[in-house]
């Protein structure tokens, strides 16, 4: 693969086509048109809607006169790194344990459980049952629900309408 573009593994090919466009001052349309491919179909290429089939690669490599197969290959780097995100592991605390209608407002199974653990710990603290607690503690560690749960605005929103009064 040529040098230039080693560094774009990873990204989508339309990404860097839409790049090398600019810079060569070429229209996307009379472009795709000009090397026989569909308009819309190079559009969608383009916005990183669509992978880039080989032959469209060949056909694009030939009209700017670059490295055969670098796109090609841009294309299966780019489907190695969507794989590999998808098959990441991403830790989730033990679903059975959590009422799906405390996440009314979003599809409980696309949570990223660590970045939205600041609400995901409230919420459940608010609104939770004792089962759905423990979980939580068991997911995130008493320190951090600690931390979050005793700063104060958590705690103000925690406490709202509840009078609490001093233990002598």
Do not use: C
């Amino acid at each position: 693969m040529n040098p230039q573009f080693e560094k774009y593994k990873g990204i989508h090919p339309g990404a860097i086509l839409e790049r090398e466009l600019k810079k060569r001052d070429l229209a996307q349309r009379p472009f795709a048109l000009s090397i026989g491919i569909a308009p819309q179909s190079f559009n969608q290429i383009i916005k990183t809607k669509r992978p880039l089939p080989i032959s469209a690669a060949l056909k694009i490599e030939r009209a700017l006169n670059l490295e055969e197969g670098a796109l090609a290959l841009l294309q299966t780097y780019y489907d190695i790194s969507v794989e590999k995100m998808k098959n990441s592991f991403h830790p989730k605390p033990n679903l059975i344990h959590l009422r799906k209608s405390l996440f009314w407002d979003t599809a409980i199974d696309t949570i990223d459980w660590e970045k939205q653990s600041k609400a995901v710990i409230e919420r459940i603290f608010e609104r939770g049952n004792l089962t759905e607690k423990k979980e939580i503690i068991r997911f995130y560690g008493s320190s951090k629900i600690r931390a979050i749960i005793f700063a104060p605005s958590a705690k103000a929103k925690l406490t709202r309408g509840i009078q609490i009064k001093p233990i002598l």
